[in-house]
């Protein structure tokens, strides 16, 4: 059985999502927005026994599943193509998937700077975007910036997100967000560098700088394929599985798991 969650049912939520990275970006939504926002919409599965086995979120028509063993798949690919979606992201035990899920093993590796470079405390988000959109490529897409600033703006006050942004003699020149976050875990994501600051440590200090403030989590993080696997391995990550990304056109999506 799935059913819409109200606010009384968001513990019970995030209870099933910890430890799990795509539960993580499930109950992070929740604990910014709530159940009863109008924005975010949030479903549970359950066995006939009432056990949790599967949970789904869904914010401007982005979709992420979260599924254990005892999931009703069937049930959970009509669901999705009955309330639709604009994109989705699951879990996939293949290779060939959209990219990997890495987590952090805790062991990472000092990040060497050179030149007087410090972390503002609270970068301009439109300074951020704008660096954002200067590293686009097929893989990495930015919102609108309407879009973005407002999402971003709620998920950092409500402390379900953090920023990282380094600079130089006023200018940024690298970022790094814990994009989704709970009490348990976090997911990084959005690493950027202007392109013409790479090669000089500055991301791998935006990670380290993000890792030393989520002590005591599980970090994870998406990583599309073919890119920077090395980077990261450097930083103590380590593979956990695979992760897969699908239309609202792709409704019998785990058909991709083995």
């Known amino acids: 059985m799935i059913r819409f969650l109200g606010k009384e049912q968001i513990p019970q939520l995030c209870r099933f999502c910890s430890g799990d990275p795509f539960g993580c970006r499930i109950a992070s939504l929740a604990l910014a927005y709530g159940a009863d926002s109008g924005f975010a919409e949030f479903w549970l599965q359950t066995t006939e026994s009432g056990q949790a086995c599967g949970a789904v979120s869904r914010l401007n028509g982005a979709v992420t599943v979260q599924i254990s063993s005892a999931a009703d798949q ?32 805790g062991k990472g590796v000092a990040a060497r700077i050179a030149g007087e470079f410090f972390f503002s405390e609270a970068p301009a988000l ?63 994501g959005a690493i950027a560098v202007t392109p013409q600051s790479r090669g000089r440590g500055l991301g791998s200090a935006v990670v380290l700088h993000l890792l030393e403030q989520l002590e005591g989590k599980r970090v994870y993080l998406f990583r599309s394929n073919g890119k920077n696997e090395k980077f ?27």
């Open 74 to 105: 069937e049930e959970l690919e009509e669901f999705l193509s009955h309330i639709g979606y604009g994109t989705a992201l699951w879990e996939s035990s293949l290779r060939e998937s959209a990219g990997e899920v890495m987590e952090w093993d």
């Open 126 to 188: 439109s300074q951020v975007y704008d660096l954002l959109k200067q590293c686009e490529d097929e893989s990495f897409r930015v919102p609108e910036f309407d879009a973005f600033y407002v999402d971003t703006s709620h998920r950092l006050r409500h402390r379900t997100a953090r920023l990282a942004a380094l600079e130089h003699k006023g200018r940024l020149l690298a970022c790094g967000f814990s994009l989704w976050e709970t009490p348990d875990s976090a997911v990084l």
């Open 232 to 258: 990261y391995q450097r930083l103590g990550f380590t593979h956990r599985t695979y992760f897969k990304e699908g239309t609202g056109t792709d409704v019998r999506i785990f058909s991709h798991r083995s």
